[in-house]
C-alpha cells in the first residue's frame, strides 16, 4: 500500500489536519469576510493571492459568490430573503445542511449580481478560480494522497472539504443566530458563542460582528480574543495589510449642560453602546416593578420572561408575546414610559432624512423630558448621554 512521502505517528496527522484546516478558517475570516465582503481591511497582492488560492485548493468557492451570499445576509438579515436564517428555516437545517442553503443561494444569479461587486477580476480569477473552481479539490486531493498515503490522506482531504460548510455554514450561520451572549441589542438575532474566538478565526464573536459589520476587529469586552484580528495585526506590522476601521470605543468627559453636535455624533457613531446601557437600565426598572406586573397577569408572568420581552426588538417577538407584553405596558406608566423614549432614541439614527439641527433638537428634548421624567434610571441615564464626546 502506498504511504505516501511523509510518514507521522497517528496525532501527527490530527495536528497537521487541524493546522491546514486553521490555515482555511483564517482564509476565510481574514480574505473572504473581513476584506472582501466588508472593506474593513486592505491586504496586499501577495497574502491576498495565497490566500485566494488555498481557498481555491480547499473549498472550491468563488469569492464574487461568498461576498455577494454574506452581503446579501446582512441586508436581509433574519427576512425571509435572508439565505440562512435560523429563525426562517429552524436552527436544525441551517446547523446541519447550511451549506446547501449557501448553493442555493450561490444559482441565484441577481443575488450575485446585485452584491457581489468589487470582488476580484484578474486573470487568476477569470482563468482558474472561477473558471474551475472545483479543479483546486482534486488537486488537493492528489497532493494530500502524495504526501501522507492513501487512507490518511483521504481522511485529510475530507475533513478538509466538512470543515467550512460545517463551521461556517452551518455553526456560525446558525448557532451564531440562536445560541450564546450578547454584547449589543442590534435588530437582529446575532449572539456571540464563545469570548475566545480561536476555532473559527475569531467569527465566534458573531453578535459583534453585526453590531459592527465594517470593523476588522471582532473582539470588543477585554476578556474576548479575536485570533484572526491578532494575524491582522502581524501582516500590518510586515507591511502587508492596513485597517481602516475597528469598534468605536465609547469616549466620556464632564457631563455638558446641553448637548450640542458631538454629543449627537458621539452618541450615533456608539448607537450600540448607548442602546446596551439603555437596556441595562430598563431592565432594572422592570426588576423594580415585576411584583405589581405579576399580578397584573394573575401571578404567570416569569422575571426572565419579562426581561428577553423588553431587551428584545419588536421583530423578534412572537404575536402573542406582543400581545401580553403591550397588556402589561398599558397598566405599568414607569415602563410604558421608558419603552416609548427606547424607540424615540432609536430613531435618532434610524432616520437619515432628519437634518443635523433637527436630530439634535429631538436629542435636547430626549434628555429635558428623561430629566423631568421623575424615573431615577432615566435621570442617570440622561446625564450618561451628556457626557458622551467625541
Known amino acids: 500500500m502506498f504511504s505516501g512521502s511523509i510518514d507521522l505517528p497517528w496525532w501527527g496527522y490530527v495536528v497537521v489536519t487541524l493546522a491546514m484546516t486553521h490555515v482555511t478558517i483564517a482564509a476565510v475570516t481574514i480574505f473572504l469576510h473581513r476584506h472582501q465582503a466588508h472593506r474593513s481591511l486592505d491586504l496586499h497582492a501577495l497574502p491576498a493571492l495565497f490566500f485566494r488560492t488555498w481557498l481555491w ?230 426588576k423594580d416593578e415585576f411584583e405589581a406586573l405579576k399580578a397584573q397577569s394573575g401571578g404567570k408572568l416569569k422575571a426572565g420572561e419579562l426581561r428577553r420581552w423588553l431587551a428584545a426588538d419588536e421583530s423578534q417577538l412572537c404575536a402573542e408575546e406582543k400581545t401580553r407584553l403591550a397588556s402589561l405596558l398599558k397598566e405599568n406608566t414607569r415602563l410604558q414610559t421608558v419603552v416609548a423614549m427606547r424607540d424615540e432614541l432609536t430613531a435618532l439614527w434610524a432616520r437619515s432624512t432628519a437634518s443635523h439641527e433637527q436630530l439634535l433638537q429631538q436629542l435636547q428634548d430626549w434628555i429635558a423630558r428623561a430629566e423631568q421624567s421623575g424615573i431615577r434610571q432615566l435621570e442617570e441615564f440622561s446625564l450618561r448621554l451628556r457626557r458622551y464626546a467625541v
Not at 450561490?106 to 476580484?120: D, F, L, M
Not at 478560480?129 to 492528489?142: D, H, T, Y
Not at 440562536?178 to 442590534?186: E, L
Request: with cysteine.
Open 57 to 286: 485548493l480547499t473549498t472550491g468557492m468563488v469569492t464574487k459568490e461568498w461576498a455577494a451570499i454574506h452581503r446579501k445576509h446582512h441586508a436581509k438579515c433574519e427576512t425571509p430573503d435572508d439565505p440562512h436564517s435560523p429563525q426562517v428555516f429552524g436552527i436544525n437545517k441551517v446547523l446541519w445542511t447550511g451549506v446547501f442553503l449557501y448553493v442555493k443561494e450561490a444559482r441565484n444569479r441577481e443575488t450575485i449580481q446585485r452584491y457581489g461587486h468589487g470582488t476580484p477580476d484578474d486573470w487568476f480569477e477569470r482563468s482558474i478560480f472561477s473558471r474551475f473552481p472545483k479543479s483546486g479539490i482534486v488537486i488537493m486531493l492528489a497532493a494530500d494522497l502524495a504526501m501522507f498515503g492513501i487512507w490518511p490522506g483521504v481522511l485529510i482531504w475530507g475533513v478538509q472539504m466538512i470543515w467550512i460548510p460545517f463551521w461556517a455554514a452551518g455553526v456560525i450561520n446558525g448557532l451564531g443566530h440562536f445560541w450564546g451572549y450578547r454584547n449589543y441589542n442590534c435588530a437582529d438575532a446575532s449572539t456571540n458563542l464563545v469570548p475566545w474566538g480561536i476555532l473559527i478565526g475569531g467569527e465566534e464573536l458573531h453578535n459583534n460582528h453585526h453590531s459592527f459589520a465594517t470593523s476588522a476587529k471582532l473582539s470588543a469586552r477585554w476578556y474576548e480574543f479575536d485570533i484572526g484580528w491578532m494575524y491582522i495585526r502581524l501582516l500590518e506590522m510586515a507591511g502587508l495589510a492596513k485597517v481602516k476601521k475597528t469598534i468605536p470605543t465609547p469616549k466620556f468627559g464632564i457631563a455638558k449642560a446641553r448637548a450640542d453636535f458631538d454629543t449627537l455624533q458621539a452618541i450615533i457613531t456608539c448607537r450600540y453602546d448607548v442602546m446596551t446601557r439603555y437596556v441595562q437600565s430598563l431592565k432594572a426598572i422592570a
